[in-house]
């Protein structure tokens, strides 16, 4: 039995502002290691559990933020930036059982600890299919395209909520309450990697694939803080304006969809002015 684990940072323990997930500074620093707790711990209870092999898929902002020499050495890590599937790269090659989102958040222009989909502001919101979507949520239907359910997801208590739309059966373990966008009350490391190690353990037995699922076509729409924004979009094949400061677009799978999300988030981020956006 395998298990990925789609690592983010800003639904870690302890985790509540900008610089405890920017890279470089002192908090990143700091917060590395509690992000490393947490990530541990899941790897520790799916091992509990019976698995035999633990991917663990690096998905925050570099891609090179968890301390490899504090893992489990039974687990592997995929590290760096510049991936086919990003968040949930590794999914694709058919011997992943089960799939743990690790440290999530809930998405752009909804309540919660560092909410963002993707890109940590300009994005005021995004639509799957005409639901709002968080980075959870697409994730979801991108590993459902390989047969591989989501069985764990850990973050801030609406993260956990937001999860109960796309994995309602996975195992969900709460490290933070949200208070605002930058303010949580947080449990210690001891205590959430307590819980999140049981949690996986548990999780374990949710891991069986099943017949990959085709729900496509998949409409993706995206709305952005300033009107430049769309403009840069749009230079995707696809994408079109859709509204005022939105585009949209339509992939006939997810790996398409999602791809194509990747394109669209990283011309965009490269439009954004320092001071302006």
């Known amino acids: 039995m395998k298990i990925l684990v789609s690592a983010d940072m800003e639904g870690a323990t302890g985790v509540t502002w900008p610089a405890d997930v920017l890279p470089g500074t002192p908090q990143w620093e700091r917060c590395r290691a509690m992000f490393t707790s947490d990530v541990n711990a899941a790897v520790l209870g799916f091992f509990d559990g019976g698995a035999d092999e633990v991917l663990i898929n690096e998905a925050h902002w570099t891609m090179r933020n968890l301390l490899l020499e504090r893992l489990d050495e039974r687990a592997e890590m995929l590290t760096g930036r510049h991936k086919p599937l990003s968040m949930v790269e590794g999914v694709q090659y058919g011997d992943v059982d089960g799939v743990a989102f690790v440290g999530y958040h809930t998405g752009a222009g909804t309540e919660g ?19 709002r979507a ?19 997801v850990t973050g801030d208590d609406l993260t956990c909520e937001d999860a109960l739309a796309y994995a309602p059966e996975a195992r969900k373990v709460a490290v933070k309450d949200h208070v605002s966008r930058y303010a949580a009350v947080c449990r210690t490391p001891t205590r959430t990697a307590a819980d999140i190690r049981a949690a996986a353990k548990d999780a374990t037995a949710l891991a069986v694939r ?27 094949p696809g994408v079109a304006a859709s509204g005022e400061r939105s585009v949209a677009y339509t992939g ?18 490269a439009a954004v002015e320092e001071q302006y956006g």
Do not use: C, Q
């Not at 459902?144 to 069985?151: D, L, M, N, Q, Y």
């Not at 709305?223 to 995707?236: I, Q, R």
């Not at 006939?252 to 981020?269: G, H």
């Open 113 to 131: 600890v560092l909410a963002h989909t993707y890109l940590a502001n300009s994005i005021t919101g995004v639509w799957l299919n005409g639901v």
């Open 210 to 236: 099943y017949e990959p699922v085709r729900g496509g076509p998949f409409t993706v729409e995206l709305e952005f803080d300033a009107e430049h924004l769309p403009a840069a979009a749009t230079l995707v």
């Open 134 to 152: 968080s980075e959870g949520l697409l994730n979801a239907h991108v590993v459902a395209e390989f047969g591989v359910p989501v069985i764990l």
């Open 252 to 269: 006939e799978t997810m790996y398409e969809a999602i791809r194509a999300f990747k394109a669209v988030t990283t011309i965009v981020s």
